[in-house]
């Protein structure tokens, strides 16, 4: 059973109407992935104090400044994303493969002078895929009486003010269900007084939820109820990613003192569509089905800064140590998204059923526009080169997730901030790689560990954090594991490298919010093959 968090929302639900995003929302954009060159990446990453490669400028700027010639690349490959879902012994599986585009890039290397203290000036510009959201999730599985008609139910009876619960009548409920239209007459989360969740109207009106009151009319706690969930079918298809573009100045002072600065742009594009249906029941005579579809889309900008140094403690020695700090990243962001809920059920002798769309309550559909500030990342690196013939490199990288916030274009922060304070935790980073060359041609290999962004415990509250939304399904994400390994080959001018990265991570998949539910057992795999070209001058 899980153990409830942001209680304080949940107080917080009785008194607010406001839009807001919830901490999965934010969780999606906070991170990146392994990518770049098929050479960074065939190391895993670990070349921020190595540097010398266009894809360092977004781990460390100052990688930049061991450049002595200029450079141009271009990669690309194809990425298969797996998943597999386990609900309680039923077993889905879905596979997505693409085609990308993950970088291209150069820098120019100007050359000051052999015995001045400033020995290089280099500017480089590089684009890489940060994130990449296609993936097609499945799921189904017994409910066991367990049901998203529930957690609509527990919706409207916490709806209401101050003064208590808002439903307290059967006048209030019946005309909840009489409307003719919810947006004209305001019984919705937002233009209205009463603050009714969205998705609990919709399974109001939808003969999903329903109420019994005594002789007075009055309702009493507890008796506003849904039905009995018999099994439960969830699938979802993601598309986008995030882009990202620096721009990177930086210094190479006596070649053993480097220094660099990264401006980062970036623009989300992000798809999903998403279809979670039951079978339901409730007495020997009553059962049917519902289906709830949502279609969410978000796009936006953002903007950070980097900074960067590596130092070769000796003169020497190839030894290098490097450190790098990253701002925030200050996305300004917009989410559309609908819903429909349709229903088909038997009452004794009557079938009956309904559809709600949510366009009839926001006309013509919703459109929120607010601002993203990811963590504070802050990164260590080491790295070495063995008799000229076998480069080593180790970082350790920190992102302050908690400190991550979500404001209106006013400033005011968000509900879904409480639940990012109380439920993401500091991610850790470590990643290692190694690089051997025998006569022009490269062998590579690396590893890396990201730690799990969000307690175990953690679940979307839409009710006390946006009660707008109609999508109720979340997952918490494990651990993530990366394995690479690539090869390469270095001619005079031309050169070709090639990296294959393998990414696995486990998850807790929840379709709905209940305290007795289950977790889906979640495997997700990730499969990415990277060929790069360049030119290096």
Do not use: C
């Amino acid at each position: 059973m899980k153990v409830k968090m942001i209680m304080g929302v949940v107080a917080g639900m009785l008194v607010t109407t406001s839009f807001a995003q919830n901490q999965y929302d934010a969780l999606r954009f906070l991170g990146d992935e392994l990518n770049g060159t098929a050479r960074f990446v065939g190391m895993g990453g670990a070349m921020s104090a190595l540097g010398a490669d266009i894809s360092t400028m977004s781990t460390n700027p100052a990688g930049i400044g061991l450049y002595r010639s200029n450079d141009v690349a271009l990669s690309f490959g194809w990425n298969s994303n797996k998943s597999s879902a386990d609900w309680g012994g039923s077993v889905s599986n879905e596979n997505r493969g693409r085609a990308s585009f993950d970088q291209i890039g150069f820098v120019w290397s100007t050359k000051i002078g052999n015995k001045t203290n400033l020995r290089y000036v280099n500017f480089g510009f590089n684009y890489h895929k940060r994130a990449n959201f296609n993936r097609q999730f499945s799921a189904k599985g017994n409910l066991n009486g367990l049901s998203l008609t529930n957690q609509m139910a527990g919706m409207l009876l916490n709806a209401g003010d101050e003064s208590g619960l808002y439903y307290s009548t059967n006048s209030d409920f019946e005309a909840l269900l009489n409307a003719s239209n919810p947006y004209v007459s305001g019984y919705n989360g937002f233009w209205g007084a009463s603050g009714t969740p969205i998705l609990g109207a919709m399974g109001a009106r939808t003969g999903l939820v329903d109420a019994q009151w005594d002789e007075e009319g009055n309702i009493g706690d507890g008796d506003i109820f849904g039905w009995d969930g018999e099994y439960g079918r969830y699938y979802s298809r993601e598309e986008g990613g995030i882009n990202e573009y620096d721009f990177n100045l930086s210094f190479n002072m006596l070649d053993r003192f480097y220094f660099g600065a990264t401006v980062g742009v970036y623009d989300i594009r992000y798809n999903r569509y998403s279809s979670y249906s039951e079978d339901i029941t409730y007495g020997p005579d009553n059962d049917g089905s519902f289906t709830l579809d949502n279609w969410y889309h978000t796009e936006g900008t953002g903007l950070d800064l980097k900074l960067g140094m590596i130092i070769r403690p000796m003169e020497y020695s190839p030894f290098r140590i490097g450190f790098a700090i990253h701002t925030p990243i200050w996305y300004t962001l917009t989410d559309h998204y609908t819903a429909t809920l349709s229903s088909h059920y038997r009452l004794g002798d009557v079938t009956d059923g309904d559809t709600e769309n949510l366009q009839n309550y926001f006309q013509p559909d919703y459109v929120w526009d607010y601002r993203l500030t990811t963590p504070w990342r802050f990164n260590i690196s080491t790295g070495t080169v063995l008799g000229g013939a076998v480069a080593l490199g180790a970082e350790y990288e920190y992102e302050t997730y908690p400190t991550s916030n979500m404001s209106d274009l006013d400033g005011y922060d968000l509900n879904g901030g409480v639940a990012i304070d109380e439920t993401l935790k500091g991610v850790h980073t470590l990643r290692i790689g190694m690089e051997t060359k025998i006569e022009g041609f490269a062998i590579r290999a690396g590893y890396n560990f990201k730690s799990s962004p969000i307690k175990e415990e953690s679940f979307k509250n839409i009710a006390a954090t946006d009660n707008t939304r109609t999508d109720p399904e979340y997952m918490n994400v494990k651990s993530r594991q990366t394995l690479t390994v690539g090869l390469g080959y270095r001619g005079n001018l031309f050169y070709a490298d090639l990296g294959y990265k393998y990414d696995f991570y486990k998850g807790d998949f929840y379709a709905f919010d209940n305290v007795e539910l289950p977790a889906v057992k979640v495997n997700n795999d990730r499969h990415q093959l990277l060929f790069t070209v360049g030119v290096n001058f």
